[in-house]
């Protein structure tokens, strides 16, 4: 008996949405046989987990606030990947978005307050514009640069480079803290249930996710030339598409949203440029891109999961002993059964007989 991998005319419909839920299952399997290996029960473990992301309402809510720059950038690698453009930089388009704002928060005083907010999320959103379209996207459309070489290398760099600010350039003149001084009080963006919630980084990201659906999915833009250059780029171009322009548009986009994550995250949440900036979204966006199967709407319940991982790692460190890394490995486990699985969206699994069986 022999077994080969098909193409299939079509992407399976049912395939891309039993992948990610087989995936998710799998993932979690492979955890539980890790907690065992750290002497742990995984049904406790997974329980202290759910606990500590969704066992009160301050719990719920600092899932919520995880799980919106998370949204955005699972929204952000998701549109490059259309186009098998595969963006690994989302994380530096992020602080990138911070650096941005926090300039406009810290040096252009000369604006009224009331104008601090609105300029630095522009400003945000053209500094993660610049770190994903301008450079990578332009490297690969004219030279065919690599761009996970390129997006994964720029990354560090501009992390390196925040890092650089906050330590010294931009530190607040405060003794031995580390960080930039605090965004005024009236440019933070407006909270909501008891204040531990930012609205407007929850209406910003549902309005985005609506608009790329439509994007996405009802224009010939994102419905068709993205697709087809993900596809068959030769058939594209056959089609008059251009190919080179559409990959510099795309991760401008992909970058200007992984931007805005940064932007709102730091007017929500830190109010600074601060140690941590790098914190794995973007990272992590990667897996809520794949598991979301590029979708606006799934990829927000896909954020909340994620979200939900990470906030109860802490529980597994608070009430079971265990290391607070175990959170990032077992989203790490999620990626592993996801790709795996993603061959049989595109490809069918064909089972030969050899010609003895055959005759038997």
């Known amino acids: 008996m022999k077994f080969r991998l098909e193409k299939r005319d079509y992407r399976s419909t049912r ?16 955890g539980a046989i890790v907690l065992l290996i750290s002497d742990a029960n995984p049904f406790q473990a997974y329980a ?6 969704f066992g009160s309402q301050t719990k719920l809510q600092y899932t919520l ?21 595969w963006n690994i930089g989302a994380e530096g388009q992020y602080v990138g978005g911070v650096i941005g704002i926090t300039w406009v928060m810290q040096f252009w005083t000369f604006l009224p307050t009331s104008l601090l907010l609105p300029v630095g999320m522009v ?19 004219q030279w065919s640069v ?3 070489l390129t997006t994964l290398m720029m990354n560090y760099i501009i992390i390196g480079f925040a890092e650089y600010l906050y330590f010294n350039a931009w530190k607040a003149p405060r003794g031995g803290n580390m960080g930039t001084v605090l965004y005024p009080k009236e440019a933070w963006l407006p909270r909501i249930w008891g204040g531990r919630v930012h609205g407007g980084g929850i209406f910003f990201a549902l309005i985005l996710v609506g608009i790329l659906w439509f994007v996405l ?6 419905g068709f030339e993205l697709n087809m250059i993900g596809k068959n780029k030769r058939a594209a171009e056959c089609q008059g598409v251009s190919i080179k322009k559409n990959i510099i548009l795309a991760m401008l986009l992909s970058g200007a949203i992984a931007g805005l994550a940064g932007v709102i995250d730091a007017a929500a949440v830190t109010h600074q440029l601060t140690k941590g900036v790098d914190s794995g979204y973007g990272f992590t966006g990667i897996i809520i891109a794949w598991m979301s199967g590029l979708n606006p709407f799934i990829s927000i319940i896909v954020s909340v999961i994620m979200a939900a991982l990470e906030t109860g790692s802490d529980a597994l460190q608070m009430t079971m ?26 490809y069918r699994l064909l089972v ?7 005759t038997a």
């Open 15 to 30: 395939m891309a949405v039993l992948v990610p839920v087989v995936s998710l299952f799998v993932s979690f399997v492979l």
């Open 48 to 53: 202290a987990m759910i606990k500590g992301a």
């Open 65 to 85: 606030v995880k799980s919106i720059p998370l949204l955005l950038c699972g929204l952000a690698v998701g549109i490059a990947f259309r186009l098998k453009f």
């Open 123 to 141: 400003v945000g959103i053209l500094f993660g514009a610049m770190w994903g379209g301008g450079i990578p996207g332009v490297l690969k459309a």
């Open 146 to 148: 690599d761009e996970t």
């Open 217 to 222: 999915y009802k224009t010939r833009w994102g």
């Open 321 to 346: 002993k265990l290391p607070n890394a175990m959170g990032a490995v077992l989203q790490g486990l999620i990626l592993i059964p996801l790709l795996a699985g993603n061959i049989f969206i595109e």
């Open 352 to 358: 030969i007989k050899t010609r003895k069986e055959v």
